[in-house]
């Protein structure tokens, strides 16, 4: 086990070091979802209590920048597989399982300083930040991300030789999990079949824990629902892609 948490660390910095050599890369992984901020924010109405709509606005926000982050991460590993180092770390004595989860951990810290950038563009413009709440709504999506970044990697490996597959795949599933989520716009006013498909998204209990974190309400029902979905994808995906690890030739 020390030896798995050694090579984990190992490859954890492999994967972190050209995000800390090329920071900017973080500010423009965020220019879409800023652009839906921009563009969505000024159309929303007001809570019935009075608040700003960032207030609902804006962890929807967090969640995309996570959701478009991770989910092409995946890209790297083909990426790698192409110039053959991907091979060249399978000859080496780290454990599979460890390429696979230190490059999932690796997803925590691009999804940190995206929220944190996010909230800084938003608080001028009248969105409370409730500190705590926030922190403990990282805690949660964490959890999801690194899932979401195993699933990804995973579907990299299945896409070896065939890169088309993983864009589509990835392109395919994307915007459904986001617009059944309700980060742009609530799905509570939407016909029936679309409420019973965002009931069976997990991401949309992550999205409602998150509006609820972020505003302060840590002992929420929806808090608990989120926190068990994001650490359902945390596991299945580190499950899924931990057996594709050990399987990749």
Same mark, same amino acid.
């Given at each position: 086990?020390?030896? #798995?948490?050694?090579?984990?660390?190992?490859?954890?910095?492999?994967?972190?070091?050209?995000? /800390?050599?090329?920071?900017?890369?973080?500010?423009? %992984?965020?220019?879409?979802?800023?652009?839906?901020?921009? /563009?969505?924010?000024?159309?929303?109405?007001?809570?019935?209590?009075?608040?700003?709509?960032?207030?609902?606005?804006?962890?929807?926000?967090?969640?995309?920048?996570?959701?478009?982050?991770?989910?092409?991460?995946?890209?790297?590993?083909? #990426?790698?597989?192409?110039?053959? %180092?991907?091979?060249?770390?399978?000859?080496?004595?780290?454990?599979?399982?460890?390429?696979?989860?230190?490059?999932?951990?690796?997803?925590?810290?691009?999804?940190?300083?995206?929220?944190?950038?996010?909230?800084?563009?938003?608080?001028?413009?009248? #969105?409370?930040?409730? /500190?705590?709440? @926030?922190?403990?709504?990282?805690?949660?999506?964490?959890?999801?991300?690194?899932?979401?970044?195993?699933?990804?990697?995973t579907l990299a490996l299945a896409s070896k030789n065939q890169e088309w597959l993983f864009w589509t795949v990835q392109q395919t599933l994307l915007f459904p999990l986001l617009l059944l989520a309700g980060m742009l716009l609530p799905v509570e006013g939407g016909p029936g079949w679309l409420q019973t498909a965002a009931r069976f998204n997990p991401l949309t209990y992550v999205v409602?824990?998150?509006?609820?974190? #972020?505003?302060?309400?840590?002992?929420?029902?929806?808090?608990?629902?989120?926190? /068990?979905? @994001?650490?359902?994808?945390?596991?299945?995906?580190?499950?899924?892609?931990?057996?594709?690890?050990?399987?990749?030739?």
């Amino acid at each position: 086990m020390t030896t #798995f948490a050694a090579d984990t660390v190992t490859v954890f910095s492999r994967e972190l070091r050209p995000v /800390l050599r090329n920071p900017a890369s973080i500010v423009f %992984s965020m220019v879409q979802p800023l652009f839906f901020l921009a /563009l969505f924010a000024p159309l929303l109405p007001d809570t019935p209590d009075g608040s700003s709509a960032l207030q609902w606005f804006v962890p929807g926000i967090v969640v995309m920048s996570c959701l478009f982050g991770t989910s092409m991460t995946g890209s790297n590993l083909l #990426f790698e597989m192409q110039t053959g %180092s991907h091979e060249r770390m399978l000859v080496t004595p780290l454990r599979r399982p460890a390429l696979l989860v230190g490059r999932a951990l690796k997803e925590i810290v691009p999804m940190f300083a995206q929220a944190a950038l996010i909230v800084a563009v938003c608080v001028p413009f009248g #969105f409370e930040v409730h /500190l705590g709440g @926030a922190l403990l709504g990282l805690a949660v999506l964490a959890a999801f991300c690194v899932g979401l970044g195993a699933l990804s990697y995973t579907l990299a490996l299945a896409s070896k030789n065939q890169e088309w597959l993983f864009w589509t795949v990835q392109q395919t599933l994307l915007f459904p999990l986001l617009l059944l989520a309700g980060m742009l716009l609530p799905v509570e006013g939407g016909p029936g079949w679309l409420q019973t498909a965002a009931r069976f998204n997990p991401l949309t209990y992550v999205v409602d824990a998150e509006r609820a974190l #972020f505003n302060g309400e840590v002992a929420a029902a929806t808090t608990v629902t989120g926190a /068990l979905a @994001a650490v359902a994808v945390g596991a299945l995906g580190l499950a899924v892609g931990v057996r594709a690890m050990r399987r990749s030739a």
